[in-house]
């Protein structure tokens, strides 16, 4: 069973979405959000570990073991999920409920959770390039996980090199204050975040809020793990 590096994050209290004239309509309202705490993985799900779970078989257009998965829809994701939640029986690892991230979580965790006063366009920086691969410098391929530095919750990629899957239906933001947020019970599409190798700046942002249909395969699409458990 392979262990999977994932990251604790406390719970707390944030301002989810942005605001302002440089906000992009759909990041609006900014809204309270409460989250309990929660583990999410500390670099996106890897070819290597992609394989491991799924009896090696590898659908990255650019192949590597230690370069994020790719070309993997949000069903995908969710068959990968099942897999690897059915390989913890009867291992130290059962009761490890791995799922993927919801939306606020990914966006709380992205903005440095309990830090995340420092207000950073991205992941862990004002400085894109410093945390993240983008059409300025990937050449225009997906990199090798944890090469650029790591936001304060020591967790890396959450900025460029491939957009992430959320559990969320893609909805408009509510106005008022939500405590452990799910998104619209309904949708057409699923929520993605956090730009990619082949996005420019705007779309790498933290509060960035986009989607994709649930069926697409794209080589710039990826996810990493989140997971329910006690944080000490």
Same mark, same amino acid.
């Given at each position: 069973?392979? /262990? ?23 990041? /609006?309202?900014?809204?309270? !959000?409460? *989250?309990? @705490?929660?583990?999410?993985? /500390?670099?996106?799900? #890897? ?5 491991? %779970? ?5 659908? $990255? ?7 994020? %998965?790719?070309? !993997?829809? +949000? ?8 897999? *690897?939640? *059915? ?14 991230? #919801?939306?606020?979580? +990914? ?9 995340? #006063? ?26 090798? !996980?944890?090469? /650029? ?12 090199? %491939?957009?992430? +899957? ?30 990619? +190798?082949? $996005? ?5 942002? $933290?509060?960035?809020?986009? @989607? @994709? ?20």
């Amino acid at each position: 069973m392979n /262990k999977f590096e994932m990251t604790p994050v406390k719970g707390g209290s944030f301002m989810m979405g942005s605001k302002g004239k440089s906000a992009f309509a759909n990041e /609006k309202p900014q809204h309270l !959000v409460t *989250l309990s @705490d929660f583990y999410i993985g /500390k670099y996106p799900v #890897t070819q290597a570990e992609w394989k491991a %779970v799924m009896e090696g078989k590898n659908p $990255s257009r650019f192949q590597g073991d230690n370069r994020p %998965v790719e070309t !993997v829809s +949000w069903d995908d994701a969710q068959a990968f999920v099942q897999a *690897l939640n *059915l390989m913890t029986k009867n291992t130290r690892f059962e009761g490890h409920h791995y799922r993927l991230p #919801t939306e606020a979580e +990914w966006e709380y965790a992205a903005r440095g959770g309990y830090y995340h #006063t420092k207000g950073y366009k991205y992941a862990g920086s004002n400085r894109l390039k410093d945390v993240g691969w983008f059409t300025k410098n990937s050449s225009e391929a997906t990199k090798p !996980v944890g090469l /650029k530095h790591p936001n304060r919750l020591g967790i890396f990629d959450m900025s460029g090199n %491939v957009w992430e +899957w959320c559990e969320d239906w893609y909805g408009d933001y509510p106005s008022g204050a939500q405590t452990n947020p799910t998104g619209p019970d309904k949708g057409l599409d699923r929520v993605v975040r956090g730009g990619s +190798w082949n $996005s420019g700046a705007d779309g790498c942002r $933290s509060t960035f809020h986009s @989607d @994709d249909t649930p069926s697409l395969r794209y080589y710039a699409l990826g996810f990493r793990l989140a997971l329910s458990l006690q944080i000490k």
